[in-house]
């Protein structure tokens, strides 16, 4: 045969393989459909259509020819590209023995991918070493020579493209801020911060602040939203950029866990331990600081692109852009009013309602005249009659404490924390495999002019939750509900 006549039965051989639902490779991308039995007949046609291509072939000089191979393990095949001659077709053919067996899905925990974006997060430094030495004790620099570490996460060009095509709002969403001659105004026009006006306004020296970029960049979602499973609370997160040579906020502490991500420029910060035990853990921030404030600073350091600088709650930090380079930076935020502290403000008041209705001790009167011993005024008398009140006053206040300890809620505490985290945590971001198997893209659907598909959920069905925290069941007024994120 010549190859006019070999190139035509190939093509006709061709589209009689495909015609009977062997699986397709159009362009390179498989088509999956059902698989065929081999049999004799077929493994002939197969070496025939083989011996076709390799005949074609031989007259061909620069290009290559596609050869298939037959696995029987798993249909997979050997791919090279197709000749000149043959690339109008461009069809890839597989002939699998059997069909594949159903195989399980291993779903990842969503605390181990919490882990693994806290330890991208951190790296250079171990996980355990960060919380045995760093977490809410210490500072912690990490330089990583590598300015493109954090380069997905968010950019100035991305921040312009964000403010272009959604309804920001000044004060809502961003807002403008300046620190001059130790003075820190904020400068937020009214309505929409359209693209022009914020650039505008940074033109003039003012800083930018974005306060939810987790809305609106799915990057800084993806880490928010993974971190609340490593850290159990809400995570959050604020971005700065800062004109070259300029600084935007006034020294302060803060209530929050900081991570700094240094994203664009580069910036001088400086961070000063608390000056007291009142300060540490602080679940307050401070008010704007002066410099007459402040002593040395702990820790004096330019962040680059890449870097990374963690400090705890309390600890008073400044920066600055250089005078030769605007800054971008994304801050990290966890364990707002997630201390011991904010447990015990749930706990206390249901111990104490137990306690009331269980210990009579509790609900007997107050001794007649505790007035005339009790109280600021008589906290320094030195009356010994009434230094005897104030003593047995204060042995029976610490008695009734002491039964009350043993009454604490505990679990009931912590599903009120649990109840909150669902109220303000970040919806979870579902991957493919999880949103074809939620309501967002599974379940009954419409096809061939009736509803398929239906699921029936058995006591026996079993449930795979999202998130490790996407649900809490609680009792409260003396019936159990369910707490959920719908996302």
Same mark, same amino acid.
């Given at each position: 045969?010549?190859?006019?006549?070999?190139?035509?039965?190939?093509?006709?051989?061709?589209? #009689?393989?495909?015609?009977?639902?062997?699986?397709?490779?159009?362009?390179?991308?498989?088509?999956?459909?059902?698989? @065929?039995?081999?049999?004799?007949?077929?493994?002939?046609?197969?070496?025939?259509?083989?011996?076709?291509?390799?005949?074609?072939?031989?007259?061909?000089?620069?290009?290559?020819?596609?050869?298939?191979?037959?696995?029987?393990?798993?249909?997979? &095949?050997?791919?090279?590209? *197709?000749?000149?001659?043959?690339?109008?077709? =461009?069809?890839?053919?597989?002939?699998?023995? %059997?069909?594949?067996?159903?195989?399980?899905?291993?779903?990842?925990?969503?605390?181990? +991918?919490?882990?693994?974006?806290?330890? #991208?997060? @951190?790296?250079?430094?171990?996980?355990?070493?960060?919380?045995?030495?760093? #977490?809410?004790?210490?500072?912690?620099? /990490?330089? %990583?020579?590598?300015?493109?570490?954090?380069?997905?996460?968010?950019?100035?060009?991305? *921040?312009?493209?964000?403010?272009?095509?959604?309804?920001?709002?000044?004060?809502?969403?961003?807002?403008?801020?300046?620190? @001059?001659?130790?003075?820190?105004?904020?400068?937020?026009?009214?309505? %929409?911060?359209?693209?022009?006006?914020?650039?505008?306004?940074?033109?003039?020296?003012?800083?930018?602040?974005?306060?939810?970029?987790?809305?609106?960049?799915?990057?800084? #979602?993806? *880490?928010?939203?993974?971190?609340?499973?490593?850290?159990?609370?809400?995570?959050?997160? $604020?971005?700065?950029?800062?004109?070259?040579?300029?600084?935007?906020?006034?020294?302060?502490?803060?209530?929050?866990?900081?991570?700094?991500?240094?994203?664009?420029? +580069?910036?001088?910060?400086?961070?000063? %331990?608390? =000056?007291?035990?009142?300060?540490?853990?602080?679940?307050?921030?401070?008010?704007?600081?002066?410099?007459?404030? &402040?002593?040395?600073?702990?820790?004096?350091?330019?962040?680059?692109?890449?870097?990374?600088?963690?400090?705890?709650?309390?600890?008073?930090?400044?920066?600055?852009?250089?005078?030769?380079?605007?800054?971008?930076?994304?801050?990290?935020?966890?364990?707002?009013? $997630?201390?011991?502290?904010?447990?015990?403000?749930?706990?206390?008041?249901?111990?104490?309602?137990?306690?009331?209705?269980? $210990?009579?001790?509790?609900?007997?009167?107050?001794?007649?005249?505790?007035?005339?011993?009790?109280?600021?005024?008589?906290?320094?008398? $030195?009356?010994?009659?009434?230094?005897?009140?104030?003593?047995?006053?204060?042995?029976?206040?610490?008695?009734?404490?002491?039964?009350?300890?043993?009454?604490?809620?505990?679990?009931?505490?912590?599903?009120?924390?649990?109840?909150?985290?669902?109220?303000?945590?970040?919806?979870?971001?579902?991957?493919?495999?999880?949103?074809?198997?939620?309501?967002?893209?599974?379940?009954?659907?419409?096809?061939?002019?009736?509803?398929?598909?239906? /699921?029936?959920?058995?006591?026996?069905?079993? *449930?795979?939750?999202?998130?490790?925290?996407?649900?809490?069941? @609680?009792?409260?007024?003396?019936?159990?509900?369910?707490?959920?994120?719908?996302?």
């Amino acid at each position: 045969m010549d190859d006019n006549v070999k190139e035509n039965a190939l093509s006709v051989l061709e589209s #009689w393989i495909l015609s009977n639902n062997s699986v397709i490779l159009d362009n390179f991308h498989e088509i999956q459909t059902s698989g @065929i039995e081999i049999t004799e007949e077929w493994k002939k046609l197969y070496e025939f259509w083989l011996s076709l291509k390799q005949d074609l072939s031989n007259s061909c000089i620069d290009d290559e020819i596609e050869i298939v191979k037959i696995n029987h393990d798993n249909g997979s &095949l050997n791919e090279k590209i *197709i000749p000149s001659g043959l690339k109008r077709k =461009r069809k890839l053919l597989r002939f699998p023995t %059997r069909k594949k067996k159903p195989t399980h899905t291993k779903y990842e925990d969503s605390r181990e +991918k919490a882990s693994h974006i806290f330890s #991208w997060m @951190i790296s250079n430094v171990d996980v355990k070493q960060f919380m045995d030495e760093y #977490w809410e004790k210490d500072f912690l620099h /990490v330089k %990583r020579n590598n300015s493109q570490y954090y380069k997905k996460v968010l950019s100035t060009v991305e *921040i312009d493209r964000i403010l272009r095509k959604n309804y920001i709002m000044f004060t809502k969403n961003i807002d403008i801020t300046t620190y @001059i001659n130790g003075v820190r105004k904020t400068h937020n026009p009214e309505g %929409r911060a359209y693209a022009s006006t914020v650039w505008d306004l940074y033109s003039t020296g003012a800083s930018v602040r974005f306060l939810n970029p987790q809305t609106y960049s799915n990057p800084v #979602w993806k *880490i928010c939203e993974g971190l609340q499973d490593a850290f159990g609370c809400f995570v959050g997160a $604020n971005v700065y950029l800062t004109p070259p040579g300029t600084q935007g906020f006034a020294p302060h502490y803060d209530d929050i866990e900081a991570f700094v991500l240094q994203l664009e420029g +580069k910036k001088r910060w400086r961070v000063y %331990r608390p =000056r007291s035990q009142a300060e540490e853990c602080a679940l307050v921030s401070s008010p704007n600081l002066s410099e007459e404030d &402040l002593e040395e600073p702990d820790l004096d350091v330019v962040l680059e692109a890449g870097d990374l600088l963690y400090f705890p709650r309390g600890f008073i930090h400044q920066a600055n852009a250089l005078p030769d380079v605007h800054s971008l930076h994304i801050t990290v935020s966890s364990f707002q009013n $997630n201390s011991w502290a904010n447990f015990l403000e749930q706990a206390v008041p249901a111990a104490l309602k137990i306690a009331t209705s269980e $210990n009579p001790e509790f609900r007997r009167g107050l001794p007649l005249d505790y007035l005339s011993y009790m109280g600021l005024v008589h906290s320094d008398n $030195n009356d010994i009659q009434k230094m005897d009140l104030r003593k047995l006053f204060r042995e029976k206040a610490r008695f009734l404490m002491d039964f009350l300890a043993d009454m604490l809620p505990l679990d009931s505490a912590a599903d009120q924390m649990g109840k909150k985290l669902i109220h303000d945590a970040l919806p979870p971001i579902l991957s493919h495999d999880e949103r074809v198997r939620t309501i967002y893209n599974g379940g009954e659907h419409w096809e061939d002019n009736d509803v398929v598909n239906r /699921v029936e959920i058995t006591p026996d069905t079993k *449930i795979r939750f999202l998130k490790a925290n996407i649900a809490r069941l @609680i009792m409260e007024e003396d019936e159990i509900r369910l707490y959920f994120s719908t996302g």
